[in-house]
């Protein structure tokens, strides 16, 4: 029987500072679909896998940033490739970011004028950061994005992202280049070789959450694209999805949602007999096609 090799893809892009590695260039991108295409038989996610017989690769995004949709898929179209694109929904159809771009965007770019430090007030992590160089800015957005990942409540990322807020005295509305999924626009391209899963809806890890604001999260991922694309969404991607960002309550409530594939993220190779709710992925980076072949192999044989 063959086995299934899932790549995890964030966004296509050329990014000028790409603070979590997440952008692939589209002319890599091209170059990588194109061996991938050459070389292997290359699968639909929410396809039966046992049967298959050769080796095979499946493609995958996270996130559902709009140059998915902008970028890659023109790409994936030119040379027939199936993709699913998993979509987070707080912010579709807005014009702000995800919320670690978000964050980027308020350390990183901030006004010139703005206070040289930032103090967050918080009934715990109360502390002030130096943001004059490069680094220490650094050294703000590691602390911050450390924390908002797993470490505090939902209400306080949003509570941290308004004080960021304040402290530039800026509005909401994000990059251009980092806009999410707009709905009307993405249903007037030919959608035919896109899966659309779910995501949650703030992104958060879901190994921290109690269950009730789990199955929150997921379920309404999963209502509003269905609404918003107008089909059935039978698939899902834990955010982040290492081992340590869902637990067995997160696998039982998608089993009970009924998705029919779960996307995890750590490497691995899935073969006849595997969890199909735990399904391994191998990120991808933006490689040129010697380092991209090269790290195939490596991937396989994980
Ligand atoms: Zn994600």
């Known amino acids: 029987m063959g086995q299934v090799l899932t790549l995890l893809y964030h966004r296509i892009n050329k990014i000028e500072n790409d603070a979590n590695f997440l952008a692939v260039s589209p002319e890599h991108f091209y170059e990588q679909m194109l061996w991938l295409k050459r070389n292997f038989n290359i699968v639909r996610f929410e396809d039966k896998w046992d049967r298959i017989e050769k080796n095979a690769v499946c493609i995958t995004f996270d996130d559902g940033y709009m140059d998915n949709f902008d970028n890659a898929l023109p790409i994936l179209q030119q040379l027939q490739i199936p993709a699913t694109i998993f ?113 949650t809806v703030h992104h958060p890890s879901l190994a921290a959450l109690p269950k009730s604001i789990q199955k929150e999260e997921i379920l309404k991922s999963k209502t509003m694209l269905e609404q918003q694309f107008k089909r059935e969404i039978i698939t899902f991607s834990y955010p982040f999805g290492t081992k340590h960002d869902y637990d067995e309550i997160t696998v039982e409530i998608c089993r009970e949602a009924k998705f029919q594939k779960v996307a995890a993220n750590y490497s691995g190779v899935w073969k006849t007999g595997d969890d199909t709710m735990q399904i391994p992925r191998n990120i991808v980076r933006d490689w040129d096609i010697d380092t991209y072949k090269k790290q195939i192999v490596k991937f396989w044989n994980m």
């Open 87 to 199: 979509i987070s929904t707080k912010t579709i159809n807005t014009q702000e970011e995800f919320w670690w771009d978000d964050l980027e965007r308020n350390i990183y770019y901030g006004k010139s004028d703005r206070n040289p430090m930032f103090s967050l007030k918080d009934d715990f992590f109360s502390c002030t950061w130096k943001t004059d160089t490069f680094g220490e800015k650094e050294n703000l957005y590691k602390t911050m994005h450390w924390l908002m990942r797993d470490k505090i409540s939902l209400q306080k990322r949003n509570d941290w992202m308004r004080q960021l807020y304040e402290w530039n005295e800026w509005d909401e509305k994000g990059r251009k280049e980092n806009i999410t999924c707009q709905v009307k626009e993405c249903l007037e391209k030919d959608l035919s070789l896109i899966t659309i899963g779910a995501h």
